[in-house]
């Protein structure tokens, strides 16, 4: 009887091991809320670098775009010295691409086009479970990272002073994934009172600078925008400050997350965050447009981006390209307010 027991023993581990392999033609990939393309073995809620040695791109010109909330070509001279200093730690060719839009920028990621990119804090989320995309950076000042606030605007002389006034208008949201343009909005609106897409008609311009530009034009009664976008437009001389009044100011939100696809070669990953991170904006044609802005610091995307996600998902948010609210910002941007 004693001779038996370790075979009894063997036995019971070898079962252990065979439950605890994957069974036949199962996909051994953790990946929590990430697309089906990506892994997500650390647990850290980003794309892992592929398990595939082919699918790994060391490519000689990188593609850059930034958020498309206004002209796309007034960012390819505002990005100029940035990619100067880009090109010279990488040792890469760096080429600019202007998307017209949230989803353009989110399927050139997703397919590997684009390489390096500034994404929308409410579209940010969307690129990390959709597209690939790892944050890395974001633009801070001599205090620390840079925040804006989402604010809602009226045409100077209306009758608009709250947010129950808004009832029964027409206002101007961004995109679906914008979280100024219309997460934000609907979170705390609607806690409020005030809900839109029931309370008031929502209007979606596509971009920021559609919506505040509809309002000063009359094209909108009101308009969901970031105050960053607004002061800039005011900087440039595309509006003044007498054309309109902020009747809602919102908590801070974190500015624009930058991102690196994930299949990029690892070490030219890492001389893109050192491109970043050693260089000095005051100066240069970006710290003309962002005035405010010094340096680009690193940013933990599950801690700063917790309570945009949390919005998202309070919002009844799907990261998922069949959702409804991914289809509507696919759709082209429309023209009103230009």
């Not at 989803?103 to 990119?117: D, K, N, P, Y």
Request: charged share 20%; proline share 6%; with cysteine.
């Amino acid at each position: 009887m004693r001779a038996k027991r370790p075979i009894t023993l063997v036995l019971l581990l070898l079962i252990a091991v065979a439950w605890a392999l994957p069974a036949p033609g199962a996909d051994p990939c953790q990946r929590g809320k990430l697309d089906t393309l990506y892994c997500d073995d650390n647990g850290d809620g980003i794309a892992d670098v592929p398990r595939d040695p082919a699918k790994i791109q060391n490519p000689d010109t990188l593609v850059f775009a930034y958020v498309p909330v206004e002209d796309p070509a007034v960012y390819s001279s505002v990005f100029v010295d940035l990619l100067r200093h880009f090109e010279k730690v990488t040792g890469k060719k760096a080429q600019f691409f202007g998307p017209q839009n949230y989803a353009a920028q989110l399927e050139a990621m997703r397919s590997g086009r684009l390489h390096v990119t500034g994404y929308s804090t409410g579209s940010l989320p969307y690129a990390v479970n959709l597209s690939g995309a790892v944050p890395f950076a974001q633009m801070g000042t001599e205090k620390g990272a840079r925040g804006y606030h989402l604010i809602v605007l009226v045409k100077a002389d209306s009758k608009i002073n709250s947010l129950p006034d808004l009832k029964g208008k027409r206002v101007a949201h961004v995109s679906q994934t914008s979280n100024s343009g219309h997460q934000a909005p609907v979170y705390f609106f609607s806690r409020q009172g005030v809900v839109p897409g029931r309370d008031y008609q929502i209007v979606f311009s596509g971009k920021h600078d559609n919506s505040m530009l509809g309002v000063v034009n009359g094209d909108y009664d009101a308009a969901t925008v970031a105050d960053t976008v607004v002061e800039r437009m005011v900087n440039r001389g595309l509006v003044k400050r007498t054309d309109y009044r902020v009747i809602y100011t919102s908590p801070v939100f974190p500015t624009a997350g930058f991102a690196y696809y994930h299949a990029l070669e690892p070490k030219l990953a890492a001389k893109i965050k050192e491109a970043f991170y050693t260089f000095k904006i005051q100066g240069t044609s970006l710290g003309k447009e962002f005035r405010d802005a010094t340096s680009f610091v690193p940013i933990n995307y599950k801690k700063d981006w917790e309570a945009v996600v949390g919005i998202l998902e309070a919002n009844g948010a799907s990261f998922a390209r069949e959702s409804a609210e991914y289809k509507k910002f696919a759709e082209p941007p429309r023209k009103g307010g230009e």
